[in-house]
């Protein structure tokens, strides 16, 4: 039976097969033809070393995989410059198989990546598996076939790479081609392998998280957009705007500040608005059963940035960073560039064995045969392995204290000098006569001068060594007997992994730096009196970030005025993009992450004092900023900005569709995407069968989160290549409405109607605006029961579904009502509305 069911086909989801980076610039011969590559990932072969490191007789030669290597490059290559031919020089980013799903993009000027994904495996031809299990020949292969349905698209598995190509730029350099030449190759390899492997380990290529945001790649902001600028908006954050370019202001050496938020405040901090003064007792009365940071969550469709700085950091480079702090909410501190220096070369040490480190016996240079050095390491493990129940020696290559290793030599002298004077003080002394004993007579007759020679007794040398020898033995044992006793105090019974989660959330409650100072915050010790330690307690972390003020850095205490995004898109005449070194510190307060930009120079990021002055100013800030920013203040910060201008249906008997309306509008000048459409669920969970959270009561549950991101996905892939289309509106199976609109890019200062209406735009700077709500009647109880559709199929004689059920029927907004009904407002106007959100 267990034979059979291996045998059986199982449900293998999709996956990535391999991922290469390569130049074909860097080797135009057949002999240099692997130079191209400076980079490859397969999981086939990542599999079989793991294989081959157990079974070692039928390891696989490395040529097979070199060669497998070479011919995936070539293939790529040979597809780009066939599609070339025929469209009109532009390169083909996508290639569909039956069983994998292959993408390539030029990253940049002679830089490709090609990625191919193996699309899901699923059982087929049951008929073959009845057989197995009724007792037929079970050696057929299992029958499977390959199914795209939750795989992402060709486009959005692009803009992910192209997320993380940013995010690595980020933390190496303006471009490739400069990395290259700087670096030496082998070195330039290790740092490209460093970051893509550990992309590609960690890639989920299916459908996942918001992918109707993520095929933009822009910077997400958050539900209720940025905070709000000048008087009138101090309910949605205007004083805290003032406080944070105040501080940018104010601080010497601080470029720019990036302020995000992800989730909700814990309910310990709703409960106690002073928890960064609480002790931590009183904050685990109300433990969590995961961090907030760390735990692998996506970011949801309210999280985003809620400041994005003065203006000093370029639109493009700001993009980066918020998906570089997106990485760190979902991975903690193993994100790129945070626990690891990401611009370190540093290689881990190889352990060394632990008998050389602790006593070094075996170093015959240092401690030969014979000497006695060795015979104490040997009496010594002797002791302790003759030794019931003796602990394990002390870990190695950890010096002990000064004081403990004076007091040792103290003990050893003076239990030597005891052991000295006992055996002297055991020994019998012999009857000695004046004239029996042979000594005093040879001493009369030399007149002493036997004595002095020193040719008599060897013995008593003899003996003395043997009692050096004893001694020796003696301390030996004595000092195993101190080393034991060190470890006589019973340790308590912890659980190591509850203390470290306590401590997590103590931390995420209270902020902290997760690059910048490490420890407690609450340590107030002086910079002088550290002696150099504080010093080791904060790491250095650099970015390469773009300016929009390109000439250079102001100096360390001048602060120069930061332009806008308009002043960025006016200067368009530089060609050339510098890229500067910042120093880079991450603070995080639950639910807010900021990012702090200094010169890499400022002397005030080695002062511990430094960082707790920065965390006792951020943590008075924390309260207004949370509740400014809170997602509950959106629909009314909506209907302040504009009126809602809704449409009623031509039957009068119709009600009026209470759905909440969900959007989307992405800005191409600015890089801003701001989305209310809620995350796909995640399998196996409450929210996916439409059982919690506050998108169950629409009945978003996966099957439609997956329709209607699918949707979306599908009108922006089609919308690319029709560039004079301005408006889409479709209706999905599921009962959803999708409105899709294109509208005027934004301006730096707003111009007349007149001469709006006959300026041209150029399609890439369109903004782009998704309307998703669901229809009125998608949730009506179907009148006919389930024995009547049971009966009319029967009676239908397996001749298939009818023509309405294919479409989706009424529900599906084929009915004349359906399409009469519309999304229910005035969709342009409602876009306009949101368009304020997008500072």
């Not at 997320?163 to 980020?170: D, T």
């Not at 945070?338 to 611009?343: E, F, H, M, T």
């Not at 915050?521 to 970030?545: A, K």
């Not at 109607?753 to 998608?778: N, P, S």
């Amino acid at each position: 039976m267990s034979g059979i069911a291996a045998n059986l086909p199982k449900v293998v989801p999709a996956q990535l097969s391999f991922l290469g980076i390569y130049n074909p610039s860097l080797g135009n011969t057949d002999e240099t033809f692997r130079d191209q590559i400076v980079f490859y990932y397969s999981r086939a072969a990542k599999t079989r070393s793991k294989a081959d490191e157990k079974n070692r007789e039928h390891k696989r030669e490395p040529h097979e995989e070199e060669n497998e290597k070479l011919r995936q490059i070539g293939l790529a290559q040979g597809m780009v410059d066939f599609a070339r031919s025929f469209s009109n020089g532009q390169a083909v980013d996508s290639v569909e198989t039956d069983k994998s799903r292959i993408v390539m993009h030029e990253l940049e000027t002679g830089w490709w990546i090609l990625a191919s994904v193996d699309l899901t495996q699923l059982p087929a031809n049951p008929s073959n598996a009845t057989k197995a299990l009724n007792g037929g020949p079970d050696t057929a292969p299992p029958s499977v076939e390959y199914s795209s349905r939750e795989v992402s698209p060709p486009t959005l598995l692009l803009q992910q790479l192209m997320r993380a190509h940013s995010v690595f730029l980020l933390h190496h350099g303006s471009a490739l081609n400069d990395l290259y030449l700087r670096l030496h190759r082998t070195k330039f390899c290790a740092i490209l392998e460093k970051f893509w492997t550990r992309f590609a380990v960690n890639w989920d290529v299916m459908l996942h998280g918001s992918p109707a945001a993520d095929v933009f790649g822009g910077l997400k902001l958050a539900a209720g957009g940025e905070l709000g600028i000048g008087v009138g908006e101090e309910e949605w954050g205007s004083g805290e705007r003032e406080v944070l370019e105040g501080y940018a202001s104010r601080t010497d050496g601080l470029v720019d500040i990036v302020v995000s938020r992800f989730g909700e405040p814990s309910a310990a901090q709703q409960l106690n608005p002073k928890i960064s003064t609480s002790s931590k007792k009183s904050i685990n009365s109300t433990p969590e059963a995961d961090p907030w940071m760390g735990s692998g969550r996506y970011a949801d469709a309210a999280d985003g940035v809620v400041f994005s700085g003065v203006g000093a950091i370029a639109r493009a480079s700001l993009k980066g960073i918020s998906h570089w702090v997106e990485w760190i909410y979902g991975y903690g501190e193993h994100a790129y560039g945070v626990k690891d220096n990401a611009s370190s070369d540093r290689r881990k040490r190889r352990k060394r064995n632990p008998q050389k480190i602790a006593g070094q016996p075996t170093s015959q240079a240092r401690n030969p045969p014979g000497n006695e050095s060795n015979d104490h390491d040997s009496v010594v493990s002797k002791v302790k392995s003759d030794k019931p129940g003796a602990e394990a020696p002390l870990p190695p290559g950890i010096p002990p204290p000064i004081v403990s290793a004076v007091e040792a030599s103290l003990d050893k002298a003076s239990y030597a000098v005891e052991s000295a004077q006992d055996t002297q003080a055991n020994e019998p002394e012999p009857i000695k006569t004046s004239l029996g004993d042979p000594d005093t007579w040879v001493k009369y007759l030399t007149l002493g001068y036997g004595t002095a020679w020193g040719s008599k007794r060897p013995q008593n040398s003899r003996q003395g060594s043997q009692q050096f020898v004893d001694s020796e033995n003696d301390d030996a044992r004595s000092q195993v007997e101190e080393a034991s006793m060190r470890y006589i105090d019973p340790e308590p019974d912890i659980n190591h992994a509850e203390e470290r989660l306590k401590t997590q959330l103590h931390q995420e409650n209270t902020g902290y730096f997760i690059i910048g100072l490490k420890g407690d915050m609450e340590d107030g010790g002086d910079d002088e009196d550290d002696e150099g330690d504080w010093n080791s307690r904060i790491p250095l972390r650099t970015v390469f970030v773009e300016l929009t003020n390109t000439k250079s850095l102001p100096n360390q205490g001048e602060q120069a005025k930061p332009p806008s995004w308009e002043d960025e898109l006016i200067d368009n005449s530089l060609t050339t993009k510098k890229h500067t070194r910042l120093r880079v510190v991450v603070y995080v307060h639950r639910p807010f992450i900021y990012t702090f930009l200094f010169h890499p120079h400022t002397e005030t990021l080695a002062l511990s004092s430094f960082y707790r002055n920065l965390h006792t100013y951020f943590s008075h800030l924390h309260r207004p900023l949370s509740n400014s920013t809170s997602p509950d203040r959106v629909a009314a910060r909506i209907a302040a900005a504009s009126n809602l201008y809704t449409t009623t249906a031509t039957t009068q008997s119709a009600e009026p569709n209470t759905q909440p309306i969900f959007d989307l509008v992405y800005d191409p000048r600015t890089f801003t995407v701001h989305s209310s459409i809620p995350n796909i669920p995640e399998p196996g969970t409450l929210v996916a069968e439409g059982l919690g959270g506050a998108a169950g009561l629409v009945g978003w549950t996966r099957i439609e989160a997956i329709n209607v991101h699918s949707q979306i996905l599908a009108t922006v892939s089609s919308t690319r290549r029709a560039l004079s289309e301005i408006e889409r509106t479709c209706k999905t199976s599921r009962g959803w409405w999708v409105v899709w609109m294109r509208l005027p890019p934004s301006e730096a200062a707003p111009k007349k109607e007149d001469d709006a209406r006959q300026q041209q735009y150029d399609a890439c700077d369109l903004r782009e605006a998704f309307l998703v709500r669901r229809t009125r009647d998608a949730l009506a109880p179907r009148s006919k029961s389930a024995g009547s559709r049971m009966g009319s199929g029967m009676w239908r004689l397996g001749s298939g579904t009818t023509t309405e059920e294919k479409m989706g029927g009424a529900a599906a907004g084929w009915g004349p009502r359906g399409l009469a009904e519309g999304i229910g407002i005035d969709a342009r106007r409602y876009v306009e509305g949101l368009l304020s959100l997008n500072r």
